[in-house]
């Protein structure tokens, strides 16, 4: 028989024994037989060089047709069929090796059986290559070492039989590909989270019996190899790994369902059953609550502060129809099911126990059958709701399905006087010269977003409030949207104080009533809505709006005449209000008029030692993508607002 024969039959045989096998368990074998064949040193990086040389070769002998001589004369067709030139780590010194020591030089560390370090006199390329570096070149000349400081992003150290990586590796956090394959390693320390922009890590053919849970956090990741290994078992934290695309645990003595879930669903399948494994664990400390002590308040303050202090509590309790298994693919389904959160969201507010509840995301259904009952009978709360504007032309089923901002506050210390929902789309087809803009016709009136506002009477003291619960569009590309919206909602507010406060005046007469200003306003500290709301102005050539047609709008800028400050000015640790895995920062407020309250408490950040351990919300402990905002504030005596600040709106 001859070898072609031979051979034919093998791979006839090895096709006929695969043909039972699933599609996800087929390709599972194909990657641990590519695996078994990387074990040389530097084996990936050897053939990225390679090919990277490749294409230079080609690209050269395609573009230098007729400089040939020119090119050899001058030595820079030699400079460009160079090997892989030396990399230096980002910020100028050497990379660490696995052993901790500097990786420059023609040196290499290399592991023998008694875990000791022996040097070879590897050349240069060869080290080079370990680094995943090809030279780039301009003009047909090879830059220099120190030029590619920071385009690194790669390391070898397969095949090098290395028993411990030193803990310095894990500084580079900047790496995507990690390759730690055939070596002698028998534990991964649990510090490899910080690497959070890998995108493969290959562990293959080493010594593993266990691999750390914290791997779990490292959610870039989407090649994990770890063919031929000891392991037994796989952390259930590695289902928070929702990017994960190729999981290889072929070779391992791992025991039922993994296999199977392997075979039949593949790495999906295994990372959704470890996912929905992962135990509740501990949970947070309690957020801490920060005594504040307002620079105003005191000697300085404006009239006279009441005795009572009024608590407000913001909250995006993310509904039911946006907490998607595909939004939210790092949350166990348990932990993102409707039933288990809305109780969690209950128990926050209960504990919370605050005056005034401004909620958003509140499906109109979950809000009528459940927590306005539950709110009334275990907290005497009563409330208002109002849905986007998408639910006009709704029916009733439909409607109760929409979400939309809920007002609560506490029946036995306020009387609702007045209500009304904004509808950014409905004003702004009620002001002809907003219809006139061409950018408010294409971007502002094709979101839903509305402010529930509600006029509130102290039962004790009589003091007004005006209560704005918003929630402004999401959307990072649409800064100006969000900007017009809040313009509009000051606007509105204004006009509405002013029509309540002759249906109800006050006693004395013309006493302003306090603001609060609650909302996910889907705008961080450093965007135009928080300038404006902060210091009553934006100008015209802000960036936000200034490439946008909003004229006349916006012409001599936006302003409004109140002094707001957000109840959390002071405090500069509260890290974020939305935490997922592709986002962290502080989008929820709670503003207050400074001539009629002082804030006097806040409720502080998340645990950081948790966070640390969290790959984002919402999870067992936090129902929420969001957290609950809390302030004590305390009324003074309300005057009227005073000072060069006036309404610039263009009302006709």
Not at 34 to 53: E, I
């Amino acid at each position: 028989m001859s070898q072609h024969t031979a051979g034919s039959l093998a791979n006839a045989a090895s096709i006929s024994a695969m043909a039972g096998l699933s599609p996800h368990y087929q390709k599972q074998l194909e990657l641990a037989q590519q695996a078994r064949l990387s074990s040389s040193p530097h084996h990936h990086a050897r053939q990225h060089a390679t090919a990277a040389r490749a294409s230079i070769l080609a690209n050269a002998n395609g573009s230098a047709s007729g400089l040939n001589g020119n090119l050899a004369g001058s030595g820079l067709l030699a400079a460009s069929t160079s090997s892989a030139i030396a990399i230096t780590a980002p910020g100028g010194g050497p990379a660490a090796n696995a052993n901790g020591n500097n990786a420059a030089g023609n040196g290499t560390g290399n592991g023998n059986a008694n875990g000791n370090t022996t040097t070879t006199n590897n050349n240069a390329e060869n080290m080079n290559e370990s680094r995943m570096s090809v030279a780039s070149h301009t003009n047909g000349s090879a830059q220099q070492p120190s030029e590619r400081a920071s385009g690194w992003t790669s390391i070898d150290m397969g095949g090098m039989l290395i028993h411990n990586i030193s803990k310095e590796l894990f500084r580079y956090t900047f790496l995507t590909h990690l390759y730690l394959n055939h070596n002698n390693l028998i534990s991964i320390p649990s510090e490899i989270s910080k690497l959070c922009q890998l995108a493969l890590l290959n562990l293959s053919g080493n010594k593993l019996s266990s691999i750390p849970a914290e791997l779990g956090l490292v959610v870039s990741l989407k090649e994990l190899l770890l063919f031929d290994n000891e392991l037994t078992f796989l952390p259930p934290e590695l289902g928070q790994l929702y990017q994960l695309e190729t999981l290889g645990i072929e070779g391992n003595p791992l025991g039922e369902p993994i296999p199977s879930l392997l075979q039949k669903d593949g790495t999906v399948g295994v990372i959704t059953y470890l996912r929905d494994m992962c135990p509740i664990g501990n949970p947070p400390a309690d957020r801490e609550w920060v005594v504040l002590e307002d620079e105003t308040y005191g000697a300085n303050a404006i009239g006279r502060p009441f005795d009572e202090t009024c608590t407000v509590m913001c909250y995006n309790t993310l509904c039911e129809k946006y907490a998607s298994p595909q939004a939210y693919a790092y949350t166990p389904s348990w932990a993102l099911a409707w039933d288990y959160r809305k109780d969690l969201i209950l128990q926050d507010i209960l504990n919370y126990n605050a005056d005034i509840v401004c909620l958003q995301e509140m499906e109109i259904g979950q809000f009528e059958d459940f927590f306005r009952e539950q709110l009334s009978q275990l907290a005497e709360y009563d409330g208002v709701i109002y849905p986007k504007s998408r639910a006009r032309t709704m029916p009733e089923f439909e409607r109760r399905q929409v979400d939309g901002c809920a007002t609560l506050y506490k029946a036995n210390k306020f009387k609702l006087l007045e209500k009304h929902n904004i509808e950014f789309q409905q004003v702004v087809t009620q002001r002809p010269e907003l219809r006139q803009c061409e950018d408010v016709l294409n971007r502002v009136m094709v979101k839903d977003n509305i402010a529930v506002v509600t006029f509130l009477e102290h039962k004790t003291t009589g003091m007004r409030y005006m209560v704005v619960n918003a929630h402004l569009h999401w959307d990072p590309a649409y800064s100006d949207v969000k900007l017009i919206q809040t313009a509009l909602m000051i606007e509105e507010m204004d006009r509405l104080m002013s029509v309540w406060l002759k249906v109800h005046p006050t006693d004395p007469p013309n006493q302003v009533p306090a603001i609060l200003l609650c909302g996910d306003l889907n705008s961080l500290p450093d965007s135009g809505v928080f300038e404006f709301l902060s210091r009553g102005q934006v100008s015209a050539d802000h960036d936000d709006i200034r490439d946008f047609k909003y004229k006349p709008f916006t012409d001599g800028g936006l302003s409004h005449k109140h002094a707001l400050k957000s109840a959390y000015a002071q405090i500069e640790d509260l890290g974020f209000t939305n935490f997922t895995p592709t986002f962290r920062g502080i989008i929820d407020y709670i503003w207050f008029s400074t001539n009629t309250f002082t804030v006097t408490g806040v409720l502080s950040h998340v645990d950081k030692e948790y966070v640390g351990r969290t790959v984002g919300f919402p999870n067992a402990h936090h129902p929420s993508d969001h957290i609950p905002l809390v302030a004590s504030l305390r009324p003074r005596q309300p005057v009227a607002p005073s000072g060069p600040r006036k309404v610039n709106f263009n009302n006709k």
